[in-house]
């Protein structure tokens, strides 16, 4: 089990970058793969980004490709978002969510295969 802990999300303009982080606590952190997520008022949750504990390896939902970065620094036990050319349409709460030895690119993506999740942080985007 992790303890998890977002920080960085703020008002930002369109097209400004932000960078998110999500900072761990736990003996096996470097055993765990972390997602992004985000949901906005009135909408579903919605896959941003993955990082995989082996390789490793990374992941992005559509909307975000191109965009944001996702990266991870083991011995820090802190797992970043990069945001570039932000856009009104980011807007939402941002969790950081953890799953065990996690590889599966079918299973990264879905919310339900994490079982730590950090509180959240807000970014908006102004347009």
């Known amino acids: 089990q992790v303890q998890l802990e977002e920080s960085g999300g703020e008002l930002v303009q369109a097209g400004d970058s932000l960078r998110l982080s999500c900072a761990a606590s736990g003996r096996t952190f470097s055993r765990y793969s972390v997602g992004w997520f985000r949901q906005a008022p009135g909408k579903q949750r919605e896959f941003v980004a993955a990082i995989t504990w082996t390789g490793p390896n990374t992941y992005y939902g559509d909307s975000v490709k191109g965009r944001f970065t996702i990266s991870r620094d083991n011995d820090k036990k802190i797992v970043y978002l990069q945001m570039d050319d932000l856009k009104p349409e980011d807007t939402a709460v941002y969790s950081c969510?953890?799953?065990?030895?996690?590889?599966?690119?079918?299973?990264?993506?879905?919310?339900?295969?994490?079982?730590?999740w950090g509180q959240g942080t807000q970014v908006t985007v102004s347009s």
């Open positions: 969510a953890a799953g065990l030895s996690l590889w599966r690119q079918g299973m990264l993506t879905r919310s339900g295969a994490y079982t730590d």
